[in-house]
Structures are given as structure tokens and as C-alpha cells.
């Protein structure tokens, strides 16, 4: 069992926990992802793993609200055993010295743009992070994404807090700007698409982190395939990394919404439940 140790609100519908997983705490880095089931009957759920402390042998993830699960998790409370913790999964993200490099996090993307930025900053680049929200009050782990850092540029979409615009706004700007060697985005998929259409112009390297349905997060079951340069890949086995400008992005998001309408109706069984 996995006591959450910690919990936080970070902002309206995204949550913090802090969990006890000494074994998975030993073994990830940044770019992995764990799988998280509340309890015996519970839904699987991937879930980036946002920082960890070894010595502590502890996971911090951050989550946004979209479903039942994710519901459900956002009201436990610290001292809850979780009854599955399952990884790290997936295969880090690759840390090299390229030279300059633009991390671009949308929402709650800057749940795992946070470990990949501190990562490339100590590994000797010029670490640039772009954080976009809907507005300021969505923005989470600004000062986290600060200090890991050596340029921060925010962006919302109503223009609450920086620059009023899209992530891609501020993007194209800095690829004018500077000579860049990568970018890295995390976020929603109609986002990464458009962070890829924009370096695609500029000839740079784009890598995405892809955040499919998944299941079993063993290559087994198929569920979080993709399709990169026209082969089919498991997001959980191949991933969740990818050459952004090989992603096939509209079936992603064709898949992502596959199940809308169950979702919908699992969470409106949730709100009743709840309400009794």
C-alpha cells in the first residue's frame, strides 16, 4: 500500500499528493510516468511523476480533475493507502548538452516539463521554458519552473498574467530571436501539434511527450498506440517520447476521445454517489 503523505490544491480542478514509494522513488527520472489505482476495483491511471526525493523515498504528482478517478483521488485525504503504485514506467527522457533548449508546457504539462527542465539545465544548457494556461489561475509550478530555469516566458490565453496569447506566440518569437538546438512540449495535443507545426518552420528538433489512453502501461494491451512516421507505436513501451514532427497528432486526438461519452456517464454516477 502507498500512503499519500501530502496533499495540495494548486489551482482550481489540479491537485498536488505527495506518495510513499520507496522502491519507484530509487529508480525514476524525469520523462517517466507511474500507474495509479486507488483501489482494488479502481481505474488504472498514468500519471507523470512531477519530482521525487530518494532519500525520502518519495513521488510527487500533480493532476488535473477531468474524469471519475481523478475525481475521486482529489478528495482523498493525507493518509490514505492507495492500493497500487506501478514503476516508473516508460522510458526517460533522453538528457544530453544540445546547447539551447525550449521547454514548452501547457497547463498541467508543467508537471513533467518541471524534472525534464531541471535535468537539462544540470545538464549544461540554456534552458528557456515557456508555461501557458487558459488564465493566471490555472498557471502551477511558475516558481518550481523559475528556479529550474535560466529564461521563463508565461502566456494566457486571456492575457491574466504575461503574455496575452498561446504558448506558440512566444515560441515563434524566441525561434526568431535565437538559435535554438531543441524544443521539448508537454501538454494538451491540439498544443503540441501546433509547437511542432511552429519549429517545423525553423527546421528545429521537437520532441513531445504523447499522453494517449492507457491501460495496462505494459505494451500488452495496446490501448495507448500511436502513430509516428507511419508505424504504429506503444506510447507506455516506446514512449512517451517522440519525435514530435513524426506524430501523427489528429488520430491522437481522434482517440483520445474515444470513450467521451462512457467517461461522461462514469462520472455522472460519481456526482451521484457522492451527493447520497
Known sequence: MFEILEKKVLSPEVSLIRISAPDIARRVKAGQFVIIRIDERGERIPLTVADFDRGEGTLTIIFQEVGKTTKHLASLSEGTLLADVVGPLGHPTKIGNYGCVICVAGGVGAAHIYPVTR??????????????????????????????????????????????????????????????????????????????????????????????????????????????????KFCCVDGPDFDGHQVDFDLLIARQRMYLEEEKIALEHYAKRSDN
Request: hydrophobic share 45%; net charge negative; glycine share 10%.
Open 119 to 232: 535535468a537539462f539545465k544540470n545538464a549544461g544548457n540554456h534552458v528557456i521554458t515557456i508555461l501557458g494556461a487558459r488564465s493566471a489561475n490555472l498557471l502551477v509550478w511558475e516558481d518550481e519552473l523559475k528556479m529550474a530555469s535560466d529564461e521563463l516566458y508565461i502566456t494566457t490565453d486571456d492575457g491574466s498574467k504575461g503574455r496575452h496569447g498561446l504558448v506558440t506566440d512566444a515560441l515563434r518569437d524566441l525561434l526568431q530571436e535565437k538559435k535554438v538546438d531543441l524544443v521539448m512540449a508537454v501538454g494538451p495535443a491540439i498544443m503540441m501539434k501546433f509547437v511542432c507545426k511552429t519549429t517545423l518552420d525553423f527546421g528545429v528538433k521537437t520532441m513531445v511527450s504523447l499522453n494517449p489512453i492507457m491501460v495496462d502501461g505494459t505494451g500488452m494491451c495496446g490501448a495507448c498506440r500511436v502513430s509516428v512516421g507511419g508505424e504504429t
